[in-house]
């Protein structure tokens, strides 16, 4: 199985600050990476599809990089609403795998 | 706007067997382009992927679960079910279903099962 590691596992910031979650792949996913966040009792909703490009209705404030092994995803001035946990998800081999998971706190 | 349901009992006994189905309203599942997954998440903890189906019937289930787990789907219902075999107390978990096209872009609204006599 791949494995997907996640870094923070968790943070604390300000409303306005810029934040980024990086992801780690174990071998090469080329471009084969979502982004998910997940409010409490809620399902994940996707935000990020194939390493960069945003999913429909998701605000232009998050973004998502990377290819091969090394993965990032920003929210580029982070509201209230975005508190959440946040999972990168590779599609590139089965099983799909996840990281564990980065969650997001405002300071 | 393709919506999913998750049934099922809320509460299992240890050896039994849990079955859930997910209820697919408002699109087809005869395209071949989704694979309808199965997902779950342990209390307090991270996703974990069961597997998927599609609609010719091919099933994926990750090697973890593999000899306990089915897959089945049934078009003129619009159902996908699952069944776990054997459970334990390590199955209590929230279970998802979901649409896997460009990404999990559809997901159910988890049903929690737990496992306990």
């Known amino acids: 199985d791949i494995q997907m590691t996640q870094s923070p596992s968790s943070l604390s910031a300000s409303v306005g600050d810029r934040v980024t979650i990086t992801c780690q792949a174990t071998?090469?996913?080329?471009?084969?990476l979502n982004w998910y966040q997940q409010k409490p009792g809620k399902a994940p909703k996707l935000m990020i599809y194939?390493?960069?490009n945003l999913a429909t209705g998701v605000p232009s404030r998050f973004s998502g990089s990377g290819s091969g092994t090394d993965f990032s995803f920003t929210i580029i001035s982070l509201q209230p609403e975005d508190i959440a946990t946040y999972y990168c998800?590779?599609?590139?081999?089965?099983?799909?795998?996840f990281g564990q998971g980065t969650k997001v706190e405002i300071k | 706007q393709v919506q999913l349901q998750e049934s099922g009992p809320g509460q299992v006994k240890p050896s039994q067997t849990l079955s859930l189905t997910c209820t697919v309203s408002?699109?087809?599942?005869?395209?071949?382009?989704?694979?309808w997954t199965w997902i779950r998440q342990h209390p307090g903890k991270g996703l974990e992927w069961i597997g998927y189906?599609?609609?010719?019937?091919?099933?994926f289930y990750n090697p973890s679960l593999r000899s306990r787990v089915s897959m089945s789907i049934d078009m003129s219902k619009n159902q996908v079910s699952l069944k776990l075999s054997s459970v334990t107390a390590a199955d209590t978990a929230v279970y998802y279903c979901?649409?896997?096209?460009?990404?999990?872009?559809?997901w159910g609204q988890g049903t929690t099962v737990i496992v306990s006599s």
């Open positions: 979901a649409r896997e096209g460009v990404g999990l872009d559809v």
């Open positions: 408002g699109g087809s599942m005869t395209s071949d382009v989704y694979f």
């Open positions: 189906i599609y609609h010719g019937g091919t099933t």
């Open positions: 071998q090469d996913i080329s471009n084969y």
């Open positions: 194939d390493a960069s």
């Open positions: 998800q590779q599609y590139d081999n089965l099983p799909r795998t």
